[in-house]
Nanobody, 120 residues
Framework: QVQLAESGGGLVQPGGSLRLSCAASGIIVSNNAMGWYRQAPGKQRELVAVIISGGSPNYADSVKGRFTISRDNAENTVYLQMNSLKTEDTAVYLC??????????????WGQGTQVTVSS
């Protein structure tokens, strides 16, 4: 059973930093595409950053240069370091795993989300 548990959200002032964590069980993060998405009230869910096995991370244009996705294979955890936060970064952040099953099909798994609020 795949489980993703996010943590690290909270309230931060503009220009501040937060680090989100996504602890995975039931999968090996280094073998799968792992991503962070976010959803703000009244808006569609959007991809923030993704890291794939053997590939370079990719970022949404809106967070390039400010956010960094990484993984700790020993901890089986994916992180999202968020710097220079802006009010428009306020959203629920969700961890995603894109797992290819034994039949070659993609299964998507989601965490419960963690709230990030950027406000003065």
């Amino acid at each position: 059973q795949v489980q993703l548990a996010e943590s690290g959200g909270g309230l931060v002032q503009p220009g501040g930093s937060l680090r989100l964590s996504c602890a995975a069980s039931g999968i090996i993060v280094s073998n799968n595409a792992m991503g962070w998405y976010r959803q703000a009230p009244g808006k569609q869910r959007e991809l923030v950053a993704v890291i794939i096995s053997g590939g370079s991370p990719n970022y949404a244009d809106s967070v390039k240069g400010r956010f960094t996705i990484s993984r700790d294979n020993a901890e089986n955890t994916v992180y999202l370091q968020m710097n220079s936060l802006k009010t428009e970064d306020t959203a629920v952040y969700l961890c995603n795993a894109d797992v290819v099953n034994r039949w070659g099909r993609h299964d998507a798994y989601w965490g419960q989300g963690t709230q990030v609020t950027v406000s003065s």
